[in-house]
């Protein structure tokens, strides 16, 4: 069974500066989908950013990118130049290819500190 | 404004009610799913619809029973159910089940008193 494990329960950051988020998962598959979303305090959760494990390329998406460890099974997510709006809970995300049961890690709650 | 709408945002229920909760989807998805969100725990999917038949039931105790009328409608009618059932029910949209991303409602915080 696959599994997600995000060891920072609670992190924070000062304004403009950056943060790093770990995840590290657990499965036997070659091909498979990561994601990291972010949950404000409005509850819904929002997708931040996505990487496809045949990519050996890190994905990013303006200030925010991945530094993907296939071998060790690592997908850490790094917030560059935090801002009081990435305050929120970020959690990573796996899927299997051609199938959408997408298991969470339990959450990181981010604090941005003005 | 989110393309996945959640009603009610809050539901407080005693343990013998009747409630349901609605989702509904703007975005032309054909995917739809229920996910259960408590506190310091992973979330747990329960329910999973393709084109608005079920494809996944994750041992969802059947207190809880979904219905999919169509693909933009989604519904998890509630009944006899647990204190231990209070928690954060997502509503979730995809354009399929495959490889494509979800799209998260707002969600309905449920109390089960």
């Known amino acids: 069974a696959q599994t997600v494990t995000q060891s920072q329960p609670e992190m924070s950051v000062q304004e403009a500066e950056t943060v790093t988020l770990s995840c590290t998962y657990d499965t036997s598959e070659n091909n498979y989908y990561l994601f990291w979303y972010k949950q404000p305090p409005s509850r819904q959760m929002i997708l931040v950013i996505r990487q496809e494990a045949y990519k050996q390329q890190n994905a990013t998406e303006n200030r925010f990118s991945v530094n993907f460890q296939k071998a060790a099974k690592s997908f850490s997510l790094k917030i560059s130049d935090s801002q009081l709006g990435d305050t929120a809970m970020y959690f990573c995300?796996?899927?299997?290819?051609?199938?959408?049961?997408?298991?969470f890690g339990a959450g990181t709650r981010l604090t941005v500190k003005p | 404004e989110t393309g996945v709408t959640q009603t009610p945002r809050h539901l407080v229920m005693g343990m013998t009610n009747k409630k349901s909760l609605k989702c509904e989807q703007h975005?032309?998805?054909?995917?739809m799913y229920w996910y259960k969100q408590s506190a310091k725990k992973p979330l747990e999917l329960m329910f999973v619809?393709?084109?608005?038949?079920?494809?996944e039931n994750n041992s969802v105790p059947s207190r809880f029973s979904p219905e999919c009328p169509n693909s933009s409608h989604l519904f998890l009618h509630l009944h006899t159910l647990q204190p231990e059932d209070s928690a954060l029910y997502l509503c979730a949209s995809s354009q399929d089940v495959r490889d494509s991303p979800l799209h998260f409602g707002n969600g309905t915080r449920l109390t089960v008193t």
């Open positions: 619809y393709n084109f608005k038949e079920q494809t």
């Open positions: 975005l032309g998805h054909n995917a």
């Open positions: 995300a796996f899927t299997q290819y051609n199938n959408n049961d997408m298991r």
